[in-house]
């Protein structure tokens, strides 16, 4: 019998109902939204590419900070530091999205 199962005998019974029914209410995770396409993401160079093209195209994809964050995390992704290049050109994507 799984370690969980066995502890959980130890617990009484009012405690134990209380349990379930708490994990029985909890929220479940939201469906993907209807009005757009599911984008699939993976920790690839091809997506430092996606995620470096998508930042040209906003307005303020040139300006501080986004044009340093950007550049620092092409630069990770073509020294194989994939998933923290991936971060930093998020964060770009971010401050051109807001203005800067």
Do not use: F, N, W
């Not at 040209?56 to 194989?80: F, M, N, Y």
């Amino acid at each position: 019998m799984p370690p969980i199962i066995t502890r959980m005998r130890s617990v009484p019974s009012p405690i134990r109902v209380a349990l379930l029914l708490a994990l029985a209410v909890l929220p479940l995770p939201a469906d993907a939204s209807p009005d757009g396409p599911v984008r699939v993401t993976s920790d690839s160079t091809a997506y430092c590419a996606e995620l470096a093209s998508r930042l040209a195209e906003q307005p303020h994809g040139h300006a501080e900070p986004a044009r340093s964050l950007a550049e620092e995390g092409q630069r990770l992704c073509g020294k194989g530091h994939v998933r923290t290049g991936i971060a930093k050109l998020r964060r770009a994507l971010r401050a051109a999205q807001a203005g800067g």
